[in-house]
């Protein structure tokens, strides 16, 4: 059974449209993340997200907006792509509390032409 | 705000031989600290976490890491490398204001030759 599942798997598309990457955890967590991973596979948080509260990092433009239409479900929709969106996006949960492992899915990677 | 130093985006050893990658932290308070590796075309899997407690501690595959507070370090280490353990190596903390979030470094791509 796949933990941390994410469709889809690649996705290419022209700057200025809108896309959406889903992510599903069945392992029960409370807390689901999205990362970024540029070219030099850098790897930064984009968002954290519960039930309770959605945490957004100051870096992120506000073209990309998560949506949790559940707590096994964390969707990110991206506005006005641009090419420098292109990059791996890794979804990811955890149980709250401090010091749990994240569990990641297998990414989707994204190219805007 | 937490930040996380990885020293050699790229390290290159022969099978069988030390593997060391190096990491270094920096952390307003006690801080999470966690090793992931990443396969080519994959996510990032678990290799190792340091909460409390003991400061050496064993992952999977024969790695272990050593929590250094006065170094501020958390290097990782295996005795023996494979052929498998070629890939991307991420450290990364978490912890304080930043609640459950990581911090990741740089990476640091193993190489491994036979």
């Known amino acids: 059974d796949t933990a941390v599942s994410q469709t889809p798997k690649y996705l290419v598309t022209q700057m200025g449209n809108d896309k959406s990457i889903k992510c599903e955890q069945n392992?029960?967590?409370?807390?689901m993340y999205w990362y970024k991973q540029d070219s030099k596979k850098f790897l930064k948080i984009m968002f954290s997200?519960?039930?309770?509260?959605?945490?957004i990092n100051e870096t992120v433009p506000n073209r990309f907006s998560p949506k949790s239409p559940d707590k096994a479900h964390l969707n990110l929709h991206i506005n006005s792509l641009e090419l420098g969106d292109s990059a791996v996006y890794f979804c990811?949960?955890?149980?709250?509390?401090?010091?749990?492992?994240?569990?990641f899915g297998p990414g989707t990677r994204l190219t805007v032409l | 705000a937490q930040s996380v130093t990885q020293l050699g985006s790229h390290v290159s050893v022969s099978e069988g031989a030390l593997v060391l990658l190096r990491c270094n932290y920096s952390?307003?308070?006690?801080?999470?600290l966690f090793w992931y590796v990443q396969y080519p075309n994959q996510g990032l899997q678990l290799l190792l976490k340091?909460?409390?407690?003991?400061?050496l501690v064993k992952g999977i595959n024969g790695f272990e890491a050593e929590f250094k507070k006065s170094e501020t370090s958390f290097h990782l280490t295996k005795p023996s490398a494979h052929m498998s353990d070629a890939a991307e190596y991420f450290c990364?903390?978490?912890?304080?204001?930043?609640?459950?979030?990581?911090?990741f470094g740089g990476g640091t791509r193993l190489m491994v030759k036979p």
């Open positions: 990811a949960s955890s149980l709250l509390v401090g010091g749990n492992e994240q569990f």
């Open positions: 392992l029960g967590h409370d807390t």
């Open positions: 997200y519960n039930n309770k509260e959605l945490i």
């Open positions: 952390s307003s308070v006690p801080p999470y």
């Open positions: 990364a903390v978490s912890g304080g204001n930043a609640g459950n979030m990581l911090t």
């Open positions: 340091y909460t409390t407690g003991a400061t």
